[in-house]
């Protein structure tokens, strides 16, 4: 009989076989930890957490509130919803890992001060625009992981980036983040608007998809037409629906091929409140949403009308922690992306 010796209660009982952030926290896809900026540059696709959680509006009770309580969470439980992916689509014929690296920059320290926080943003995207990356985030609430991101890229482009904001919802009131009170910020609500005046974005070339619901208000349009934005380029519910019935494949694919044609880079940016109840149960904001096989392929000719010259980058928002599904979905989306920029190459 084998020498048998009894387990300590204090002995571990799983051992980690990927690298992780911090304490069990695993990195996006297992991928490498990149502590320095020497880490990034045998990187292709840079992923950062970016925690910020903005105060709850009186607006966002109930189970809505997990956009915004649970969001410093989010980075950590995404990367663990992620693990389990691998790169490779039999559909596509095509395994992302093994054309574009992976390296995981943790997640951002969130100082009180907003400045300061749009500063530390901006120097962590240069750090990976410096090492050749496609910047890859995950928030935390709109601000930091959208304005504070692209400014950035934008300012890098050469010309004129377009942006793809995939939103039910139009984020374009009036007001600028340094007005703000710093302890009640209202990015939520005017994100959408201030990154329309940075230095390198094209008002003409901002895209919104899935914009939709009675939580948007009669001045949606004139706010967005105000700084330039043109109709044409906000499909709501209704242009969504028409898609549909004309073949919604080919709708996206025409219509990624005009986003990226005339722009120098393209940057996409999803809340995932743009997805229909029906397709994302674990947080379901808007009935006639959109479809997760939409955003999906939506994402991937995107990725194949920019391609590597183009694609600046993928930005996640206002996702809940604890959405799993959603998680899934995101996931998805952000590999087809890059799965068309490699078709494209």
């Known amino acids: 009989m084998s020498e048998y010796t009894p387990r300590r209660p204090s002995d571990p009982i799983l051992k980690m076989q990927v690298p992780r952030v911090y304490g069990s926290t695993p990195t996006l896809?297992?991928?490498?930890?990149?502590?320095?900026?020497?880490?990034?540059?045998d990187a292709d696709i840079a992923f950062l957490g970016i925690p910020?959680?903005?105060p709850t509006p009186d607006t966002r009770m109930g189970r809505a509130a997990a956009n915004?309580?649970?969001?410093?969470?989010?980075?950590?439980s995404f990367r663990a919803n992620a693990i389990k992916y691998g790169g490779y689509f039999p559909e596509l014929d095509v395994d992302v890992f093994e054309h574009l690296r992976v390296a995981d920059c943790g997640d951002l320290p969130i100082p009180a001060e907003m400045s300061q926080l749009?500063?530390?943003v901006e120097a962590k995207i240069n750090q990976m625009l410096d090492a050749?990356?496609?910047?890859?985030?995950?928030?935390?609430?709109s601000g930091p992981s959208t304005y504070g991101v692209l400014k950035p890229i934008a300012a890098r482009s050469g010309g004129k980036t377009a942006v793809v904001n995939f939103d039910a919802h139009h984020d374009n009131?009036?007001?600028?983040?340094?007005?703000?009170?710093?302890?009640?910020?209202?990015?939520?609500?005017?994100?959408?608007r201030q990154i329309l005046t940075l230095d390198g974005v094209d008002p003409a070339?901002?895209?919104?998809?899935g914009l939709r619901g009675p939580r948007n208000d009669r001045d949606t349009f004139k706010r967005f037409l105000e700084r330039g934005v043109q109709r044409e380029n906000i499909f709501t519910w209704r242009e969504i629906k028409q898609a549909r019935k004309a073949g919604f494949d080919e709708w996206a694919e025409a219509t990624a091929r005009q986003i990226a044609e005339p722009a120098s880079k393209v940057w996409v940016t999803i809340d995932p409140d743009v997805l229909d109840m029906a397709a994302n149960p674990d947080f379901g904001d808007e009935p006639l949403g959109m479809h997760a096989e939409e955003v999906i392929e939506f994402a991937y000719q995107i990725g194949?009308?920019?391609?590597?010259?183009?694609l600046a980058g993928f930005s996640m928002s206002a996702t809940p922690y604890d959405a799993q599904t959603l998680h899934g979905i995101l996931i998805y989306m952000m590999l087809y992306a890059f799965a068309g920029v490699l078709e494209a190459s």
């Open 205 to 209: 070339q901002y895209y919104h998809v």
């Open 29 to 41: 896809f297992g991928a490498p930890l990149a502590r320095t900026a020497a880490d990034l540059q």
């Open 118 to 120: 749009l500063e530390d």
């Open 304 to 310: 194949k009308a920019a391609g590597p010259g183009k």
């Open 52 to 54: 910020w959680r903005a």
């Open 173 to 192: 009131r009036y007001g600028e983040w340094y007005e703000d009170d710093p302890l009640e910020p209202s990015w939520g609500s005017t994100w959408a």
């Open 132 to 141: 050749g990356c496609y910047p890859v985030t995950m928030g935390g609430n």
């Open 68 to 76: 915004y309580e649970g969001t410093l969470l989010t980075p950590g």
